[in-house]
T-cell receptor, first 115, second 109 residues
């Protein structure tokens, strides 16, 4: 069964460094998403992406964040200058279409630790 | 902004028990998801509901759109059902899901 994959599974970085989290969505899916989950808290929506541009973003997704689909398979989340509070689990998701009836499929997540 | 509330927050039960987890939300939606998260963090989609009821194996999900409420039931619970169960909603033209805090379920042998 096709699945969303994410790399790396765990990334440790120092405050102020740039990080790029990578995702390979399911191949025929057109919508891509990033979510994050700070330890002990609920999952939060960051951004959605369609047709090579941001479709929607939350107030969390400030100028420190950017997303890109650099080729036909990868979807990336870049954090320009990491802060301690960026430490979280980051989930990528993809769907065939937008909203109902299309289901979002989640990747296994990347645990980002900022020290 | 939709507020998604789940109850209970924590639930410990014995193997074989019938489990019910509840979810309520504040604003009308187009769909509700039930998701499962295991230790280690991965999220697996269990159901997406717009109305009525869905069943998959020992899992049953129901939704009452008028009352803005959904329930997830697990019949004949098993220790491997131990996980965090999360309710998430989508609607109002939004792309992103709005999540509840999750219910931490432990099934003891």
């Amino acid at each position: 069964e096709p699945e969303v994959t994410q790399t790396p599974s765990h990334q440790v970085t120092q405050m102020g460094q740039e990080v790029i989290l990578r995702c390979v969505p399911i191949s025929n899916h057109l919508y891509f998403y990033w979510y994050r989950q700070i330890l002990g808290q609920k999952v939060e929506f960051l951004v959605s992406f369609y047709n090579n541009e941001i479709s929607e973003k939350s107030e969390i997704f400030d100028d420190q964040f950017s997303v890109e689909r650099p080729d036909g398979s990868n979807f990336t989340l870049k954090i320009r200058s990491t802060k301690l509070e960026d430490s979280a689990m980051y989930f990528c998701a993809s769907s065939e279409g937008r909203a109902v009836p299309y289901e979002q499929y989640f990747g296994p997540g990347t645990r980002l630790t900022v020290t | 902004k939709n507020e998604v509330e789940q109850s209970p927050q924590n639930l410990t039960a014995q193997e074989g028990e019938f489990i019910t987890i509840n979810c309520s939300y504040s604003v009308g939606i187009s769909a509700l998801h039930w998701l499962q998260q295991h230790p280690g963090g991965g999220i697996v989609s269990l159901f997406m509901l717009s109305s009525g009821k869905k069943k998959h194996g020992r899992l049953i999900a129901t939704i009452n759109i008028q009352e803005k409420h959904s329930s997830l039931h697990i019949t004949a619970s098993h220790p491997r059902d131990s996980a965090v169960y999360i309710c998430a909603v989508i609607g109002g033209g939004a792309d992103g899901l709005t999540f509840g805090k999750g219910t931490h379920l432990i099934i003891q042998p």
